[in-house]
């Protein structure tokens, strides 16, 4: 392999990389035998400061050589004019296009020695000089070619304003606003220059038939190197002059300079290219979208009939500034943005500086949202400009200062870093270079301005800046939506810093708050007094109610947040932990608005708020751990009272966290009932346990052994939120103690039990629930083991026998407990199954009881315990076949209803998909059910039928704030639709 030459050592310290450097620099006359010309050393410092040293000096040499006879006055210019000198080499180390065009039109460079007019009528004279050779505008492709020639030349002198004080430091740094605003200055003067070409061809004067609206970026002063120019034209009289007048200037402009884009005329490319002025009124006033609106904010006449153009602007200028009042304008702006950002390849998605996250539409976007929102009543906002209205929305106080300071600095970085690249080859582009491109990368870093830093590279500095700015846009995007209603309830003197209560009320009402004067007062309250609180909680709030926003009830999650601050006023480190950890921010954002039962247990139980920021420990400790950690900390405690009160509390704790992970969707239906029905079983040991000692203490003996047996949903471990403990008590009797002093002892112990536990809480209730005992309320609250074996042996009807299904010892004495269960397996599991009269009996037990419990005029597709195809069906299947063939099937004698059913489908007691279609159901009427009690706060077995619970219930289940929850309605009533017929067939046929 050969290897490349490269320059001399001596010629390499001046920043050549291309071996030609040594003869190039030769030819120019700047080298010698022995080294550099004296003469020539700030030419020699000038190229070392270019973007690209061989560039520049390449761009030289092929002026040198196709205008030998011009050298000698381009090499003493460099010499001797320090702006010459800058200018000219900022283009060439910049910029390959424009080289080519100075090598290809010989002597443009002496434009740039002296100072020339940016003045738009100087601009108009300059082109009209190409287009009037002899006095006469020239048409067709002379025109054209004309044009590109002048437009090229006036965009050299642009760009070397631009560029120059990068090769001389000393020249004038032209600010990034003038130079987009020249640049749109002689767009306007192209385009007027091609109307006067149109005018020579069609034979008609535009004045009276046709005026030119810029749009985007032209609209607002702020035109790129290479953009598209967006127009609409407004037309009168004979429109099919006005349309040739249009689509002539299009094209000579567009062959000659830029393409000229009338997209966004109503209709876009399918409507007419001209229309009257009552023609765009009416398409507005009944056919235009929101986005149109906000397009049309930039409008600006910029050519052609200047009254025209006038009565244009008067007439749009109300549509635009009344567009916020459109329903949902605020959603679908931001809908908007979503789609422009997923339009972006994800190949391209970290480099796209316009349209990705953090790039120059994020700043777009937000700028224009709250012009529109506040520019209604504020016409200092009113600016085509980012620029212009960012610093109106800074000084006005719909923005911190800081913030708009800030983004306005990104925002100039992204422009700049845009024109740079646009100008390496005046193409357009917005696609930052890859990290792996050090050479690309290098260049526009030095054409930019960018140094070497702490021993990294130009390149190396400006990827690093690239993604500080990205990060920094973006922050502040999500953040800008909401500043200005802080501001607006802030009580700051300066008029200018604050809005009306009126603004603040229109900005929550855009934001899709229902009671926008309610949550006003919210956030008065909370921002109240110059306090460090209220200081932080004005720097939370924007991103809470950008977030709460977004939740199924706004207006609820406010107030909760409010009630939540309030009660943890004195709590050190809560707004810390909010103000730090921007998850914990959303996502307690998500659980206020969501949910009635997250914010009462919160405030009580404060501690979970620091592990939303970490889904691992919210939702990764197992329900024995959790067991073992209460139950320890319960027998703890010195009395039972505390003990008690320690278990509420660690119940508590527990409780929030479960809710939060499965809001959050961290925990599946299985994983929540276990820990539920974890967390009761370990709140029974610990006060079952405290009352045992008390009552133990109190007598000076042991009477009895004691066991809890739990039932229900608690024996199956399948709790809810608002599940109730059932149980059954049982005693034994401890040597030379009679059956009814242990009794005695054992229903004291059951009842303190069951009276602490049940006592008045703000938290949801610990009903200790006896009821399934034989001979239920009128029974005795405690039997002894062999009462209940003398009862099952002669009086168990056959529910006994199905509800002792899901039996399962859970406190207490576990041997008792284990012998309590060996005695009821021969009557839930009886040996021959059940017979046909037994069957029936079933069978009309359950009819009995859904036409009995099922609420008066509740809706049997939407109550998920006693609905077609809800909890009640599917359980009650399952424990017929337990009932039936637990004896002969192992896997049946479980309290699992979930496992029962694996089981059966293991045995072949029904088809797979039978056994799925109960499954899915069951897990889907429990998951809805605790949800319903998560929305509401209180237990609830009926899905709502509408309304924002509804909504709510479905965001839960997995729907995202887009989706229609009728969708989530009627995907339930599908799955237990299915399920019912299943049970039709295995209940009351099989």
């Known amino acids: 392999m050969v290897e490349r030459a490269r320059p001399t050592a001596s010629v390499a310290r001046y920043g050549f990389t291309d071996p030609r450097a040594d003869g190039q620099l030769r ?19 000038a190229l070392s400061r270019a973007a690209d040293p061989d560039l520049a000096l390449s761009g030289l040499d092929r002026i040198r050589e196709v205008d030998p006879a011009a050298w000698n006055g381009l090499d003493q210019a460099l010499r001797a004019n320090r702006t010459f000198r800058g200018r000219m080499l900022g283009v060439l180390g910049t910029s390959s296009a424009l080289a080519d065009f100075m090598v290809s039109n010989t002597g443009c460079w002496k434009a740039l020695e002296g100072h020339k007019s940016t003045e738009p009528d100087q601009y108009v004279s300059s082109l009209l000089g190409h287009l009037r050779p002899e006095g006469e505008v020239l048409t067709g492709l002379e025109a054209e070619q004309a ?138 006033q009944k056919w235009a979208k929101t986005w149109e609106f906000q397009a049309l904010l930039k409008a600006r006449p910029v050519a052609g009939d200047a009254e025209l153009g006038r009565k244009y602007a008067e007439m749009v200028a109300p549509k635009v500034w009344a567009a916020a009042d459109r329903e949902n304008f605020v959603p679908e702006v931001q809908k908007m943005r979503r789609r422009v950002e997923g339009h972006v390849p994800s190949a391209h998605a970290e480099r796209e500086l316009k349209l990705g996250r953090g790039g120059l539409r994020d700043v777009e976007f937000a700028v224009q949202l709250l012009q529109l929102v506040h520019g209604r009543i504020d016409a200092e906002l009113r600016s085509p400009s980012t620029m212009d209205a960012l610093a109106a929305l800074g000084d006005g106080g719909y923005v911190g200062r800081k913030d708009a300071a800030e983004l306005a600095s990104s925002y100039e970085f992204l422009r700049t870093i845009e024109h740079r690249l646009q100008l390496r080859r005046l193409r357009r582009t917005h696609l930052f270079p890859a990290a792996s491109d050090v050479s690309e990368l290098r260049t526009i870093a030095r054409a930019s301005g960018v140094r070497p830093a702490r021993g990294k590279s130009e390149g190396a500095v400006l990827l690093a800046e690239f993604r500080r700015h990205l990060q920094s846009i973006r922050r502040l995007h999500e953040k800008l939506f909401y500043r200005p209603l802080l501001q607006s309830v802030a009580n700051v003197p300066t008029e200018a810093l604050r809005l009306t209560t009126k603004q603040a009320e229109s900005r929550l009402a855009a934001l899709g708050y229902a009671a926008p004067d309610g949550a006003l007062q919210h956030i008065k309250a909370l921002t109240a007094g110059m306090s460090r609180r209220a200081a932080i909680q004005q720097a939370l709030l924007p991103v809470l109610l950008d977030l709460l926003a977004d939740t199924p009830d706004p207006d609820r999650g406010l107030l909760s947040y409010r009630k939540v601050s309030e009660a943890l006023e004195a709590t050190p480190w809560y707004l810390r932990v909010l103000r730090d950890e921007g998850a914990v921010v959303e996502r307690l954002a998500f659980l206020l608005g969501t949910s009635r039962l997250v914010p009462d247990l919160l405030a009580r139980a404060p501690e979970v708020l620091q592990l939303l920021g970490d889904p691992a420990r919210l939702a990764g400790r197992t329900p024995a751990e959790v067991a073992t950690s209460l139950r320890a900390a319960v027998r703890r405690q010195p009395g039972l009272n505390a003990a008690v009160a320690a278990a509420r509390s660690l119940r508590r704790h527990e409780m929030l966290r479960i809710a939060s992970a499965d809001l959050l969707g961290l925990l599946d239906v299985p994983a929540v009932c276990a820990a539920l029905s974890s967390v009761w079983v370990a709140v029974l040991q610990g006060a079952l346990a405290a009352a045992f ?298």
């Not at 030819?27 to 410092?45: F, R």
């Not at 127009?231 to 830029?258: E, N, W, Y």
Request: aromatic share 6%; proline share 4%.
């Open 27 to 45: 030819a120019a006359g700047w080298w010698t035998e022995s080294g550099p010309d004296g003469s020539a050393a700030d030419v020699l410092s």
């Open 147 to 284: 044009l590109r020639v002048g437009y090229r030349e006036l965009l050299l002198g642009i760009a070397a304003a631009d560029l120059g004080h990068l090769v001389e430091p000393g020249l004038r740094q032209p600010p990034y606003a003038e130079i987009g605003a020249q640049l749109t200055t002689l767009a306007e003067a192209a385009l007027t220059v091609g109307l006067l070409v149109a005018e020579s061809e069609v034979g008609a004067s535009v004045e009276g038939l046709l005026a030119v609206i810029a749009m985007g970026k032209c609209g607002g002063r702020e035109l790129n190197y290479v953009s598209d120019v967006d127009v609409i034209f407004v037309g009168d009289g004979d429109l099919s002059v006005s349309t040739r007048l249009a689509s002539t200037m299009m094209r000579v402009v567009g062959k000659a300079c830029f393409e000229v884009d009338a997209a966004l005329r109503p209709e876009g490319k399918a409507g007419a290219l001209v229309r009257t002025l009552d023609g765009h009124a009416a398409y507005y």
């Open 693 to 990: 000692r008390q009552r133990q203490a109190e007598l000076g003996q042991t009477p009895a052994k004691i066991a809890v047996i739990g039932m229900g949903r608690l024996g199956g471990a399948e709790l809810g939120y608002g599940s109730d403990a059932d149980v059954l008590f049982v005693c034994e009797p401890t040597e030379g103690v009679s059956d009814s002093e242990a009794a005695k002892f054992a229903s004291s112990v059951a009842e303190t039990v069951r009276k602490i536990l049940g006592a008045p809480s703000p938290d949801p209730a610990l009903v200790v629930d006896a009821d399934l005992r034989p001979e239920g309320r009128s029974g005795p609250l405690v039997r002894t083991l062999e009462s209940y074996r003398s009862y099952y042996g002669r009086w168990a009807e056959v529910w006994e026998s199905q509800a002792l299904l899901r039996a399962r010892f859970i406190a207490g004495d576990e041997d008792l407990g284990a012998r309590f269960i060996e005695m009821i397996d021969p009557i839930r599991y009886p040996q021959e199954g059940l017979d046909a009269v037994r069957v029936r009996e079933i069978r009309r037990i359950k009819a009995r009881v859904e036409t009995e419990r099922m609420p008066k005029g509740a809706d049997p597709t939407r109550h998920t315990k006693l609905g077609r195809g809800g909890l009640a069906d599917v359980e009650w299947t399952v424990q017929l076949m337990q009932l039936r063939h637990g004896h002969e099937v192992e896997g049946l004698r479980t309290t699992s209803t979930i496992e029962a059913l694996k089981a059966a489908a293991e045995a072949g007691l029904a088809e797979p998909a039978e056994i799925e279609s109960l499954t899915e159901a069951w897990l889907l009427a429990t998951r809805v059910r605790n949800a319903g009690m998560l929305v509401r706060g209180k237990a609830v077995d009926e899905i709502p039928s509408s309304g924002r619970d509804l909504a709510a219930v479905a965001r839960v289940l997995g729907y995202s704030a887009d989706d229609d929850p009728g969708e989530f309605l009627d995907a339930y009533r599908r799955t237990t639709r299915r399920a019912h017929a299943v049970v039709e067939t295995l209940f009351y046929q099989g």
